[in-house]
Every structure is written in C-alpha cells, then in structure tokens.
C-alpha cells in the first residue's frame, strides 16, 4: 500500500529531523495540542466533562504543565469538578479510586496506533514510501517503548525499519558496555579516548529505555 502524503507523512517528516524518537516528539505535540483543544473548545461538552470527572482529572503527566496553558477558567470549571469528589471522599473517610482513564492517555494511545500502521504500511518501492523510508534512517530511531508497541501492533513490519531498529540497539548495548568497562579505575586513559558521545552514551541510554516525552530533548 502506498504511503500518501497526508499530515502523518509531514509531521514524521518533520519530526525525524529533531533529536530523539520522532513517535515521542509528535505525540507531546499531539497531546499538548489535544489540551489546549479541549480547555479551550469542549469545556463545556458534557460528555468530556464526564470523560475527565470518571478519570480523576488528566494523568500526573499530563496535568503538570496546566498553569502554562491559556485558559485559566477552564482549568478551574475541570479542577472543581475534581476537588469535590475528593472532598466528598475525605469526609467519607474513603478511598479515592477514579474508575476511568486520562482523556490525554487515550488519545496518546490513539496516536501511537495510528502512526505504527502507518510506519507498518512503508513497505512498498513507491516514491512516498522511498521519502519516508530516508528520512526515517536519518533521524534517531524508534525508542524501546515506541519499537515494541510497533511489533506488537504487528509481525510483518518493513525489513528496512526491522533493520536499522536492531542494528541501532545493538550498537548502544556495545557502546553501553565499552563505557561501563572503561569506567573501571586504572582504565582513565582509555576512557579519555573515547568520543563525547560515548562518554554520556548513559544519556542516551536512558531516553532509548523510556522515550524522550520531553521535547526539549
């Protein structure tokens, strides 16, 4: 199937030429543009006021950045709607035990599903998917998290993508243990030969474990 040139291509294209996994980047864009959508447009659509009553309000991730956004009353019409169902439970002396699930969340969930068949369907010899295909191998690669939910999503993903993910891993698992091994005392000469790159290579280990969901990154 061939990969049309839709916003998903533009916004991976653009992603891929910024530091870090391109899936991390758009969904912090996504999700921060999903907030802002909902404080500012859908605040009173009773549906979604449930939606986020159900959830206990947005996920500590997704709720910490709230005083940056520009609709101060929205955030308080959510907020309230929050503090009264822990009031109530506090003088009920009762646990707090929100039943649903961020709204940010299902969205991010969304996203993720929507760009891995996207990614999956980049496989044939088509112009589109060429482009997409050479931007991919020049940008930083999936994360962990991001490669897994793309297998799990699916056993038959381009080999090309398959590839270069593996080749990736592999290659900071060796500069991983070329770095703890210099690291030893009596090696600092050995070590001081090494690239800056692969001397914060944990750096780069840490945010390929868990994503780079900042996008200052």
Known sequence: MAVEKHINFFELEKA?????CPLCRIIADRAERYIDN?????????GFRALHRSAGGFCAEHSKNLVSFRDGLAVAILGRDILEDRIDHFKKHKPWKPKGQCPVCIERDRIEKEYCGFLIEAKDNSKEAEELKRYFLASAGLCAPHYARLLQESKNIPSWLKKFQEEKFSTLLERTSQFIELSAYGRQEEF????EEDKIVWKELAIALRGNADRNI
């Open 16 to 20: 891929c030429e910024k530091p870090g």
């Open 192 to 195: 001081a030969k090494l690239s």
């Open 38 to 46: 909902m404080l500012f447009e859908h605040v009173a659509d009773r």
